[in-house]
């Protein structure tokens, strides 16, 4: 666990580094999460680092158990009036270990998706650990709480060209690892990088 909270961190800090040099106006580009704007999913990363899993039920509850209520809620508290503020936020909580409940290689996702959910739109490119990649791919291949990624995938063969990582059977869609990732998170954009008989499948599969 040590391992995936290091990785944690690091990914947080080089996004971090990244987001310095956005202007006002980057700030506020959509991200690849639909309706969030870069600062929104900043403040995102910066609630999930900074709660607790009893802060996260007492919260959860005050939403009705509505997740879209309640993460909308989440940013509100951690989205800070400037830009500027925000991020010196987020740079407080690169080594944090808090988390709400959930699986610690949920939040090694969390944070390599959402990174890319910024740096895509805003044309940043960043060499991710290809170990944090897999390790993120094979939980993520198996589940469908949230995301639904296990079920996006179904009946497909994921094949990586730049590493060693096969899943499935059925129709092929081979490409980048994080490409893959982001195409079994539900990214669309994640397609724009595949080839293969199975990739309008999953594109279909995409919100």
Not at 35 to 52: E, F, G, Y
Request: with cysteine; charged share 20%.
């Amino acid at each position: 666990m040590a391992q995936t909270w290091d990785q944690v961190a690091a990914e947080r800090g080089a996004l971090a580094d990244d987001l310095a040099g956005l202007s006002r106006q980057e700030w506020e580009t959509r991200s690849l999460c639909p309706r969030w704007s870069v600062h929104d999913v900043v403040a995102h990363l910066s609630a999930t680092a900074s709660m607790t899993p009893p802060a996260f039920f007492l919260r959860f509850a005050r939403a009705g158990f509505n997740f879209d209520r309640f993460a909308d809620a989440a940013i509100a508290d951690n989205r800070k009036a400037s830009p500027e503020q925000s991020l010196s936020r987020f740079r407080s909580l690169v080594t944090s270990r808090k988390s709400p409940p959930g699986p610690k290689t949920s939040w090694l996702g969390e944070t390599v998706v959402h990174a890319e959910d910024i740096r895509r739109p805003l044309g940043i490119g960043h060499q991710y650990d290809m170990d944090a990649l897999r390790q993120v791919a094979d939980f993520y291949k198996g589940s469908n709480a949230l995301i639904g990624a296990k079920n996006r995938i179904a009946g497909l063969t994921l094949i990586a060209n730049d590493t060693s990582w096969t899943h499935g059977t059925g129709e092929r869609v081979e490409g980048p690892m994080l490409s893959l990732l982001m195409a079994m998170t539900g990214r669309s954009a994640g397609c724009d990088d595949l080839s293969g008989p199975g990739t309008h499948t999953l594109r279909s599969r995409c919100t």
